[in-house]
């Protein structure tokens, strides 16, 4: 019999394309890195220098990345004010993957942005620029009209409330009303002690300290979830509850069933940073695609897994979770071959452990000592190597017929394999510009058989305040010679 796991493959596959519709509090998360070297002559607190800042979105906006990354066609409508932020959570909403959405303007609102000061990998400080008030008449109005409008093609209805104001004053009631009378389930993120006001969502999805004040019980042990759980499901009809309980897993207690609890499944946890997002939006999608509630919470937890060990607010990728799900026991090789998505995440969370990210390239057929050396010299350089490797139709276009020797699946898993490669990341144009505007590298590596005008992205990468470091070549090592003697005997 197949593992379980393994079972839910397929409906990753299903979830491409689902409709979700997302209501709920939007804001933005910015980042701003720097370094800490001395503490201020005018206050006892540390002067930040600053070295980079990156913006992404959060709240319901980060339900929709996730959804967008598992390939579902997400729809969302929220409430913004007329200031910058909206115009740039506009933009990054513009850029997902098959996303719709109305973005209620509020001339009275502020767009919530929250705004992180990191060194060294650590918090030092947020600061939170937002409106925490109900909507006036004119925005209730519409909102109505937006959900009105995008209800019926909808599979799934998700309320990510984040206490900005948005789903108060009865619209959460009004969502949850119009999505039962057309028969689409109802997934809510909540906030705030009272769940009175989700009554009758299909499923709720606290974490362990939102579910300990919502019951008034104490949530100390699995037992005491489920009790605390039950009495929700009691009070206000809800269809199951799936409390998140952090290194505990996650606890569905559905309504007339038995309890279920998954472990969880995360091999190192960097930060919890929007996994409550992936959750309701990898459930919502699965409850989209028809799955059993079981499934659907299941796949959940193993999003869940994938996310906390990344640095940030992030996603979990259809392709991540499909490995996850195939791989339970998948090697430290195979976990470095990822796709430019997840790669990005992953550069943006070393980038905020002030961790220095390389980048270098190439089609690397039969690995030799030449490409060893090239690879010890620009892991020397950097704290982290992401090596770029030419797809297989990429290798043919321009090394020409019978290349490459190795298709490209087993040059990544060589390059993986190397103890000086964090990660490899497969490109199907022929060269990595394109891959190197969204890595954004800190230094790019090339042989020094290159000049430095003919490295590709040079003057990008030193554009943003990066270096080009040209490596040293070993003398007579190449891929084309290695074929050619072999051919002679």
């Known amino acids: 019999m197949r ?7 397929p409906l990753v596959d299903a979830v491409a394309g689902v409709r979700v519709l997302c209501v709920g509090d939007v804001m933005l998360d910015r980042y701003v890195a720097g370094t800490v070297e001395r503490v201020s002559p005018e206050a ?33 409508v929220a409430a913004v004010g007329n200031d910058a932020a909206a115009t740039t959570i506009a933009r990054q909403l513009t ?11 509020e001339a009275s609102r502020q767009t919530a942005v929250k705004v992180r000061y990191l060194a060294g990998g650590q918090q030092m400080l947020r600061a939170d620029h937002e409106t925490r008030a109900p909507l006036g008449e004119a925005a209730r109005t519409a909102v109505r009209e937006a959900v009105t409008t995008m209800m019926p ?58 579910l300990s004040e919502a019951a008034s019980m104490p949530v100390a042990t699995v037992d005491d979830v489920v009790r605390a759980a039950q009495a929700l499901l009691d009070a206000h009809g809800f269809g199951a509850v799936l409390a998140t309980l952090g290194k505990d897993g996650m606890a569905l207690v559905p309504q007339g069933g038995a309890p279920l609890l998954l472990a969880a499944e995360a091999r190192e946890v960097f930060d919890v940073s929007g996994a409550g997002d992936t959750v309701v ?34 996603v979990a990728y259809a392709s991540e979770l499909v490995d996850a799900l195939r791989h339970q026991d998948i090697s430290a090789a195979e976990a470095k071959i990822v796709t430019p998505g997840s790669a990005r995440d992953w550069t943006e969370g070393w980038r905020r452990r002030s961790l220095k990210v390389g980048f270098t390239n190439g089609c690397f057929d039969l690995l030799h000592p030449g490409h060893v050396s090239l690879l ?29 020797v190795q298709g490209e699946a087993a040059r990544a898993t060589v390059l993986a394999s190397l103890a000086d490669v964090d990660m490899v990341v497969i ?63």
Request: charged fraction near 20%; include cysteine; glycine fraction near 10%.
């Open 3 to 9: 593992e379980p796991r393994s079972l839910l493959v």
């Open 44 to 76: 006892p607190i540390p002067v930040l220098t600053v070295t980079g800042q990156s913006e992404m979105l959060g709240g319901a906006g980060n339900v929709i990345r996730n959804l967008a990354a598992l390939n579902a066609s997400p729809h969302l």
């Open 95 to 105: 850029a997902l993957h098959d996303s719709v959405f109305t973005l209620v303007p």
């Open 153 to 210: 093609d909808a599979a799934a209805v998700v309320l990510s409330d984040y206490g900005k104001g948005v789903l108060a004053e009865g619209i959460a009631a009004e969502v949850i009303a119009a999505a039962r009378a057309a028969a689409k389930p109802v997934i809510v993120d909540p906030k705030g002690r009272d769940f009175g006001r989700y009554a009758g969502a299909d499923v709720i999805t606290p974490n362990r300290l939102e």
């Open 281 to 314: 939006a990898t459930l919502s999608a699965a409850l989209a695609a028809g799955a059993p509630l079981a499934d659907a919470a299941a796949l959940a937890n193993a999003a869940a897994a994938i996310v906390v060990g990344k640095v940030g607010t992030a």
């Open 376 to 404: 010890a010299q620009a892991r020397r350089v950097c704290d982290r190597l992401i090596v770029g490797l030419n797809s297989d139709t990429s290798v043919a276009r321009l090394k020409g017929p019978g290349r490459p």
């Open 427 to 489: 490109f199907a144009e022929d060269t990595p510009l394109r891959l190197i505007e969204a890595l954004r590298p800190d230094v790019l590596i090339k042989g020094a058989d290159y000049r430095l005008d003919q490295v590709v992205g040079a003057d990008l990468v030193r554009g943003w305040g990066g270096s080009v470091v040209l490596a040293r070549i070993e003398a007579g090592h190449s891929t084309t010679a290695t074929i050619a003697r072999l051919s002679t005997h």
